[in-house]
């Protein structure tokens, strides 16, 4: 399968855990499918959904912390505003491999339309490198890092319902949610499948 791989790389990262509103607020070691096609978006200039797009990634960050957040309030009369300090972790150092088929979205990441997000407003990312490649099909693969669907065979990791995109309304609404994989540790998946030959990690399109 002859598709585009997009290194992308920026200072820090965060996803936000769906099952935390309130206090601590931790970040998820992967993005959601949600923030890659948010990140497409953004480059693309206008919106671009999961039936446009097949996409799968592979995900590395060098570590993790926590840093201490105020957050604002506002609320009646508007220019009074209540302050919180709340502790959110984040990723440093994060670097994502993007693939896609749809290789129209090489001039797109090229030269986006609007910043480069992974997570929230002030976690820019930049695209370092990108070249078409050919993934090998293989009858084993070894995925890591990467987001799968549940259930799948042989797969083990955090499972979570998570959306795939959202809406452009405010506020914005969730779509396509339903239960993914987080797999973080090298697995062995004996099936068929498809290998990042220079990488040698598996790489699964999310269709």
């Known amino acids: 399968m002859k598709v585009l ?4 790389s920026g200072w820090t990262a965060s996803f936000r855990h769906p099952l935390f509103v309130s206090g601590f ?10 923030t890659l096609y948010g990140l497409l ?5 206008e919106l671009v959904f999961p ?12 570590g993790k912390s926590v840093d201490l957040e105020t957050v604002y309030e ?10 919180n300090v709340c502790r959110r972790e984040f990723l440093v150092a994060p670097q994502l491999h993007l693939y896609t088929p749809v290789l129209e979205l090489e001039s797109d990441l090229r030269c986006p339309h609007f910043p480069l997000l992974l ?10 490198k990108m070249q078409v490649i050919e993934l090998a099909a293989a009858a084993q693969v070894n995925y890591q890092n990467t987001l799968l669907p549940y259930p799948m065979d042989q797969v083990g990791g955090q499972i979570l319902a998570l959306p795939t995109h959202f809406t452009n309304t405010r506020p914005r609404q969730p779509q396509g949610i339903r239960p993914f994989c987080l797999v973080t540790e090298p697995t062995d998946y004996q099936g068929d499948g ?10 699964f399109i999310h269709q």
């Open 119 to 128: 997570g929230r407003s002030t976690e820019l990312a930049t695209v370092v």
């Open 5 to 8: 791989r997009a290194e992308i």
């Open 51 to 62: 039936e446009q797009v097949p996409l799968g990634y592979v995900f590395q960050a060098a």
């Open 25 to 34: 607020q931790p970040t998820l070691p992967l993005p959601p499918l949600s």
């Open 194 to 203: 498809w290998i990042d030959p220079e990488m040698g990690w598996g790489v």
């Open 74 to 83: 506002f609320g009646k009369p508007y220019l009074k505003a209540k302050s």
């Open 41 to 45: 978006s953004a480059a693309h200039g």
